[in-house]
């Protein structure tokens, strides 16, 4: 068959193809984690049904399941009206294409917000805390120490969890993506001899989690109410709002603009906080 296309032909329909998974792609992406996704379950299983009732020649299940995708599409149509709209006004602003990148970047922005405001208000107010942000390498042993919590982030229900006297206050919340997954957990200690004596039990617990995985972890000390951040083994010790922000948009932000290379991760960097 090959043999009797032109160049040009094959090339076109490489384009189209390409074309046609592409849309197919977006569309996925764009529905991911929304409702759609239990619709486009159904339509799966009822096209199985179909199938195998037509090779099986079950006329009875047949019919029913043409009538369902007879009628299906405007059941569809009608619940999904809002989902519907929302596509073809993105389509209209040329947005449907970017629609998944933009809101992972916005829930970065979110989530990074949430940890300084949090954080700058604990640390005004000397309370303690210990934030450890999930990465690649997985926390299921750790999480299993606390207590579910399964809520979206914010800075309210963050600083609610480190408040004293609190249920919750005493442990780590571990967060991931944009939930806190669970509070009052326990990680690690670190048995390094080169942490300074003056550095309490969160310290050591964010620079041992920080030396068995790459998750990202902040400390409010109570006792200076200074914020301090540890990553694979090292800790830089107060932090500013701008550096602590810089941090968390390289870690967690890869696309972002690049922090300066000359950034101190280094326990020794600071030793007056």
Known sequence: MWENLD??????MIVDIALVWFVIYKLFTMIRGTKAVQLLNGIFVILAIWFFSSYFELKTVQWLVIQAIDWGFLAV?????????????????????SRYHQSEVEKTKEIIDAIINSCNYMGKRRIGALITIERETGMADYIETGILVNGKLT???LTNIFMPNSPLHDGA???????????ACYLPLSESPFISK?????H??????????????IVVSEETGFIS???????????????LRNILEKELNPGASEVSTTLPWNWRGKRNG
């Open 7 to 12: 160049f040009i032909t094959i090339i076109r």
């Open 77 to 97: 149509i009608i619940l999904f009206q809002p989902e519907i709209r929302r596509a073809l006004e993105q389509l209209g602003r040329g947005g449907i294409f």
């Open 155 to 157: 800075s309210e229900l």
């Open 173 to 183: 919340v571990i967060i991931k993506d944009n939930e806190i997954v669970a509070a």
């Open 198 to 202: 003056e550095l309490g039990t969160r």
């Open 204 to 217: 050591r617990a964010a620079m041992g989690i920080s030396e068995v995985t790459d998750a990202l972890t």
């Open 229 to 243: 951040c540890t990553k694979n083994g090292e800790l830089e010790r107060n932090l500013d709002e701008e550096t």
